[in-house]
C-alpha cells in the first residue's frame, strides 16, 4: 500500500471494518444497493466525532465521494474482479502478484476517498465537539437518503453489525424504523 499519513478516520474504519461480522455486513449492502461503503463508515467516523450530525451538509460530501468512487476505486474492483479469474491464464505467482497488486491500488484509492472526505468535512464543519451514537446513526440514515437507498426489513441485520460495530446498535430505529 501507498503511504498515507497517519489518520483517525482511517484507523476508526480499519478498526470498524475488523469487527466481528462487519465488513460481511457492509459487503452485503454493497452488493445489495451499491452502497459506497468508504462513505457509509465515514459517516459513521464523523458522527463518533462529531455530536452534531452533517445534515444538509452530506450533498456535497456525498457527491464528492461519489465522483471519486466512479472515477478511482470502481475501475479498480473492475479490474480487481476481473484478474480474480483471468490472472489465471498467466502463470500462478504472475498472476497472484498482479492480483494482489490490484486490490492494493483499490483499497488505496478508498483510502484516498476517505481522506478526501475528511478534508472537506474539516472545511465544512464547525470545529467537532464530542461525537455520539445518535450522530452516528443520524449521518447514516441522511446517507442513505442522500443516495437513494431504500433499506428494506432483509437489510437490518447488516445494518444492526455495522451499527454494533461502532458502539451505535441501539440507535438503529434511526436508521430503519420498525415496520
Known sequence: MSAFPAHPA???VVGLYGQPEVAPACLELQERHGIDVTMMLFCLWRGSID??????RMAPLA???????MSAVLPMRAARRW???????LDDRAGTSLYKTVLSAEIDCEHGEL???????ELQCDTPDAGS??????????FFKETGTSLA???????????YGAGAAEEIRRV???A
Open 63 to 69: 457527491q464528492a465521494a461519489r465522483t471519486w468512487h
Open 51 to 56: 455530536g452534531q450530525p452533517l445534515g444538509a
Open 176 to 178: 430503519l424504523p420498525v
Open 83 to 89: 484478474l480474480k479469474e483471468d490472472a489465471k491464464r
Open 133 to 142: 451514537p445518535q450522530a452516528m446513526a443520524e449521518n447514516l440514515a441522511t
Open 115 to 121: 481522506l478526501m472526505l475528511a478534508r472537506l468535512a
Open 153 to 163: 426489513e432483509g437489510d437490518r441485520a447488516a445494518i444492526t453489525a455495522i451499527l
Open 10 to 12: 482511517w484507523d476508526f
